[in-house]
């Protein structure tokens, strides 16, 4: 017997059409296994099941670097926002995430009627311009231990960036009060306004007008690194919002490539390789 007869005689109300639209999106399992082919031969003993989809991939460059019951680490590519703002809600990392999950439940769950739902809780963000590691907590538990460790900067992230000029020591700390202006750009603070940053860079290779850092952030304010290292006379590339006059590989050049934090008593680290384009910029 073919597998279309099967299911027509599994789902006597359905239509063909129907059917065939099931076995393109991978919800028929013969014996376990996703068939997509209506015409595939199968016998009479073999167990036939109608279930949820498959778990959509997940964009090529979105990359899941580590997951287990409680959290996730993700790789976000540069252009996507880690959560939804008034202007963008469905195109976020957040949201790709929580599709993925639920409907990866949904097919471990399949035979229940209603499968569980994943949740996912922001611990931080990236700017959307931004590449690199980012941690998600699957409990609102986690999400508050993982905060702490950020807020009291236990936790370690370090980002690699190329900017504009010749940085001319090897290494040093950037301190600068911030404050976020009335359309909500980050600037450098006059006097006492705004809340205390500190930024810690060490150079990796010069080029002829061109620096590439390692960056450590001892505070974590939105816009930090941006801003810092603007103000300091070296904007990064593709940055034109801070200054920039170069946007050769039409990004911001700056990449989120380690993260560390403590995992249930046990300290983890993670890397992110830099991306291969700034390499050529010096």
């Not at 019951?69 to 929580?98: F, M």
């Not at 639920?102 to 739902?117: C, I, K, L, N, V």
């Not at 960036?161 to 750009?185: A, I, K, N, P």
């Amino acid at each position: 017997m073919e597998l279309i007869a099967r299911l027509a005689a599994l789902h006597p109300e359905t239509s063909r059409r129907t059917m065939k639209q099931w076995l393109a999106a991978g919800r028929v399992r013969v014996n376990g296994d996703v068939v997509r082919r209506g015409t595939a031969e199968i016998a009479a003993a073999d167990r036939v099941v109608l279930g949820a989809a498959p778990a959509p991939a997940l964009p090529e460059r979105l990359r899941i670097v580590h997951e287990n019951a409680r959290l996730l680490v993700i790789d976000k590519p540069p252009g996507l926002l880690t959560i939804a703002t008034v202007k963008e809600r469905d195109r976020t990392a957040y949201r790709l995430l929580s599709d993925h999950l639920e409907s990866r439940a949904r097919s471990r769950d399949r035979d229940q009627a209603r499968p569980r739902t994943k949740h996912l809780f922001i611990v931080h963000r990236l700017d959307r311009e931004t590449s690199g590691l980012l941690v998600f907590a699957k409990t609102e538990a986690v999400k508050h231990a993982l905060q702490a460790q950020f807020a009291q900067h236990t936790a370690e992230r370090v980002y690699v960036t190329v900017v504009e000029g010749c940085v001319r020591d090897d290494s040093g700390t950037l301190r600068m009060r911030l404050h976020e202006d009335s359309g909500l750009r980050v600037r450098v603070a006059r006097g006492e306004e705004g809340r205390p940053a500190t930024t810690h860079y060490r150079v990796l290779a010069r080029g002829a007008d061109t620096t590439r850092l390692e960056v450590r952030l001892e505070t974590g304010r939105r816009g930090q690194i941006r801003a810092h290292l603007a103000a300091f006379g070296h904007p990064i590339i593709g940055d034109t919002a801070y200054g920039s006059r170069r946007d050769p590989l039409r990004r911001l050049c700056l990449h989120a490539s380690q993260l560390g934090f403590v995992d249930e008593d046990r300290p983890v680290r993670f890397a992110s390789p830099m991306p291969a384009g700034f390499a050529r910029l010096l």
